[in-house]
């Protein structure tokens, strides 16, 4: 089965490692995350989870310890959740399997409705 997962090495932009290892230090140093929050944001906004991932590796292995740099999941999780939080709605995005599903119930909902008025009424025909 291993033989079917494919390896790739990834290319870490150097200046958004050093900016990474930089929230990192400065919350090893004891600086409030909150106030690190948008640089970690800024680092990550044109970030795929892959690259963080790489640089987070890159960072490991130039010896940064593991226990500092899970100091910034917490940073991480709390950006996610305020993004999740302030909502940029799926569920308005066209097109998105959430919106389809949500506008695939709402027109369900109103053929039951439908057809219970009809039941209770008996046929309109």
């Known amino acids: 089965m291993s033989e079917l997962?494919?390896?790739?090495?990834?290319?870490?932009?150097?200046v958004k490692t050093k900016r990474l290892k930089a929230v990192i230090d400065a919350l090893t140093a004891g600086e409030n995350p909150e106030?690190?929050?948008?640089?970690f944001h800024d680092i990550i906004k044109t970030t795929d989870a892959v690259e963080v991932?790489?640089?987070?590796?890159s960072l490991i292995e130039?010896?940064?310890?593991?226990?500092?740099?899970?100091k910034l999941c917490e940073v991480h999780a709390d950006l996610f959740r305020a993004g999740l939080e302030?909502?940029?709605?799926i569920k308005q995005i066209s097109g998105h399997p959430i919106h389809t599903y949500l506008a695939e119930n709402k027109i369900a909902r109103r053929k039951v409705k439908t057809l219970?008025?009809?039941r209770l009424f008996g046929s309109l025909e």
């Open 5 to 14: 997962i494919q390896t790739k090495t990834f290319e870490v932009d150097p």
């Open 35 to 39: 106030a690190v929050k948008k640089e």
């Open 86 to 89: 302030k909502g940029s709605s």
């Open 116 to 118: 219970n008025r009809t």
């Open 53 to 57: 991932a790489a640089m987070e590796q």
């Open 62 to 70: 130039d010896g940064l310890p593991v226990d500092e740099l899970q």
